[in-house]
């Protein structure tokens, strides 16, 4: 058993109803012998991870772990926020919805809401998909200057389809019209007849970044109806840029195209 695994088993024992832990307990609860048990909880303790209550040989989470854990809650809350906004338009609309995170090079899908017309759920969540070549990667991508963005594709990209960008110039221009217009869009980009429109948002208290997107058949959504797509994940985003005060955001331009480019 590494020092590690030992920690992360001695951080299980503690739950709504045991809210410290003694060697005592440790040796019950694990099986541990009290030697092993004690140098343990002192090492944690030691290394910030626990905290003895006052002058008793009792331990509990210390304010490290308290202040990780709100850190995990506001990440959460992020991804919470987004899904219902989401959630509510693709409700509405009846077409896919999806909320997307950034790792590197690629993006991410975690929660997905069906829509009712033809089109379904198209990219399977936990897939990865390029994000210079999607809406919701260009979306999160234009978050970043253009010298981060050329520093994450040091050997430039092959463009997966013909309407994804198809080198760094070509993606720096697209990216500097999302900071723009607020917005993303892709059009037979990571699936073939389906457009998508994209906005991201922020928390800059914990540096985790969503994408709301809206996905739908390009040929039968009609020019209002994109309107009313991109305007209501324009407000929804903007509900939660306030919120977490993300100075980030890329307000909606109030002159949007009619039509798609």
């Excluded at 995990?72 to 992020?78: D, E, I, P």
């Excluded at 253009?146 to 520093?151: G, T």
């Excluded at 058949?217 to 020019?223: L, N, R």
Aim: hydrophobic share 45%; charged share 25%.
């Amino acid at each position: 058993m590494t020092i590690l695994s030992a920690a992360a088993d001695v951080l299980r024992c503690f739950s709504s109803t045991r809210h410290d832990v003694t060697v005592t307990d440790l040796v019950a609860l694990l099986g541990m012998p009290k030697s092993n048990a004690s140098r343990l909880l002192r090492s944690m303790r030691d290394e910030g991870f626990l905290e003895t209550i006052g002058d008793s040989k009792r331990y509990r989470p210390s304010l490290l772990l308290n202040q990780v854990g709100q850190l995990y809650r506001f990440a959460a809350s992020l991804i919470d926020r987004a899904d219902a906004v989401v959630g509510s338009i693709s409700d509405r609309i009846g077409h896919t919805g999806y909320i997307s995170v950034r790792r590197g090079e690629e993006i991410i899908g975690v929660t997905a809401h069906p829509g009712r017309h033809a089109l379904r759920v198209v990219t399977a969540i936990g897939d990865r998909i390029p994000a210079f070549a999607s809406s919701t990667g260009r979306a999160l991508l234009a978050r970043l200057t253009d010298d981060e963005v050329r520093a994450l594709y040091p050997a430039g990209f092959t463009a997966p389809s013909e309407t994804a960008p198809r080198d760094m110039d070509e993606l720096l221009a697209r990216l500097a019209r999302v900071r723009g217009a607020g917005f993303a869009e892709s059009h037979d980009e990571a699936v073939r007849g389906v457009r998508a429109i994209s906005i991201a948002v922020g928390d800059p208290a914990t540096g985790d970044e969503v994408a709301l997107c809206i996905s739908f058949p390009a040929a039968t959504v009609e020019p209002a109806e994109r309107l009313a797509i991109i305007r209501s994940l324009g407000e929804g985003a903007a509900e939660i840029a306030a919120l977490t005060q993300d100075k980030r955001f890329f307000p909606l331009n109030p002159s949007i195209p009619e039509t798609a480019p």
